[in-house]
DNA sequence: TTTAATGTCTCTAGCTACTGTAGCTTCAAG
DNA sequence: CTTGAAGCTACAGTAGCTAGAGACATTAAA
């Protein structure tokens, strides 16, 4: 059996949080020593783990508590689980593309700043450009060319 | 010139929020119409946009501050305004590099998850599995290059 | 065995970046 | 001139933690 402090350091996760998931019933109660303190099951241990790696990658605590209940039966098929890491991985790509336009511009920004001034600067252009934007908000764009 | 609620619209970016953004300084203090409605220009909607872009890319609301400070004096000497823009290349590297790493990991999970069942299934195994843990046990925020 | 250090407990408050509510006023269409 | 959508201010609540206060528990050294 584990204490909340060691739980912590095994899973990587600090003890507030750890603290503040079972608040939130992300993690069953713990049981208590004589003492009051909590103590953790290796499965417990586990349980936190796969929490925080679906934290490092992005899923919100609801989709985690999803995914949660899913690993708890797993005799059903994995469409649900699927699609919960597919909108994740959709997100992600577009995240990266428009990270990677952002570093052109500010790369040559800076490459020009080494001349001195900052001419025609296209930083709020390349991330106001709606051609990257996956939603689409133009409508109201025709107007404002006039 | 545009009310508050077509700004948003046009921007993707709902009214509130940009209340929001006016009330901690981030976008300037609108004009106003004789009846004391907030009216915009189509400058507002870029910078407007230019923010939803960013916030979609991670950028704190104070990193945007500077980017926008950045823009906002393209004509002046460069010393501060590169130390900024090197500030957010650095951080754009540091948030490609994490994104991608997530994105193999992500697709891995995706990929042979097709018709399966849960006691098989990817997504599960791979936040369940230390072994494919390849970070050690730092912090959600730290940053992950090997 | 005493003591000091460290760990854990609960509770509360704060943080960022919004989001929603209540109750009112303004505006544009009919 | 009415009516309904959209605007206004002000304040409360949300997610996902994080930090602090003050008290009790546990452990390792003296």
Redesign the interface.
Known sequence: MLTIGKLG????V?VPTIRYYEQIGLLPEAERSAGNQRLYSRKAL?RL??V???????FTLDAIRD?LS??D??????AA??A???A??AE?????A???S??VE??R??VQ??G??????R???V??D?S??A?D?R???DE?DH
Chains 1, 2 share one sequence.
Not at 9 to 12: L, N, T, V
Not at 52 to 58: D, K, M, P, T, V
Not at 73 to 78: K, R
């Open positions: 350091q095994a899973a990587g600090k586990d783990t796969f925080r790696h679906a934290r490092e990658l992005g995914l899913l690993s039966h797993p005799d059903q098929p994995c689980a699927d919960i890491a597919k994740q991985l992600i790509e577009k995240r990266l428009r990270l990677a952002l570093k500010l790369n920004m800076v700043c080494a001195g001034k900052i001419a025609d600067c930083v709020i252009e991330l106001s709606h990257l934007c939603t908000h409508h109201l764009q404002k």
